[in-house]
């Protein structure tokens, strides 16, 4: 989308996120983002620390059907610190996807669920 611009892109990853959710659901969140930026070579700018005062210092729900809560995992606090220092000294890759370089669209078979229907 930025390319025909020329302007930075940044990614942002957001440990803890604004909906009431509990921390096994911010984690998993939170993994999935960063494994989908990787898909991303040629980006190598991440906002990876947003509001760092409300991530580790906040009190979050244990789990959604509990008032309780807690401060975040030390596991959780660890792994995030490693994830974000990869993020940090990311670089851009030369590498590119196999395929069109253009504007694509991707389909999967769950789209045909009403084929039958009109057949």
Known sequence: MTVPTGRKLFFENDPVEDVRRDWSDYK???????TAELFYPDIDNYEVMP??????DGQYFVN????EKAPMPKSYSTQL??????????PVSSNKTSGTQ???VLMGNSLMFQQAAYA
């Open 28 to 34: 998993k969140n939170y993994e999935t983002t960063f």
């Open 51 to 56: 509001w760092p005062d409300r991530i580790f």
């Open 64 to 67: 959604r059907t509990s008032s």
């Open 81 to 90: 610190l490693v994830m974000i220092n990869v993020l940090n000294k990311m």
């Open 102 to 104: 253009g504007i694509s």
